[in-house]
């Protein structure tokens, strides 16, 4: 599986962004997919996660609210939404995928598959 992210930048505080995974590399069904970050100097934060095939996302408290993820089963991309967004959410986004039982996972240990990483930049 191969995961290319995109949409990001730099923006003002209280902006909206939304960044892209799309996937490629046979079939997903069996794939959860997630968002992680990863600020300079910190671990790498889980944000989301989400089935490939059904059901809703689980987010992270420290976007729950502000940040949406969805799915387009047919594109085979994944989307972050991320609305009002604030000086510490600076980070690289990363888009992770995980083959197997459908459990959520929240530990960067558990995906099996990484993007490149997409640049987000809050700052006034």
């Known amino acids: 599986v191969t995961l290319v992210e995109s949409g990001g930048g730099r923006v003002l505080p209280g902006a909206s962004l939304r960044l892209s995974c799309a996937a490629s590399g046979g079939s997903l069904s069996d794939y959860v997919m997630a968002w992680f970050r990863q600020a300079p100097g910190k671990a790498r934060e889980f944000l989301s996660v989400?089935?490939?095939?059904?059901?809703?996302?689980y987010y992270a408290d420290s976007v729950k609210g502000r940040f949406t993820m969805s799915r387009d089963n047919v594109q085979n991309t994944v989307y972050l939404q991320m609305n009002s967004l604030k000086l510490e959410d600076t980070a690289v986004y990363y888009c992770?995928?995980?083959?197997?039982?459908?459990?959520?996972?929240?530990?960067?240990?558990?995906?099996?598959?990484w993007g490149q990483g997409t640049q987000v930049t809050v700052s006034s």
């Open positions: 989400i089935k490939w095939n059904r059901g809703s996302p």
């Open positions: 992770a995928a995980r083959y197997g039982d459908g459990t959520f996972y929240t530990a960067r240990a558990m995906y099996d598959y």
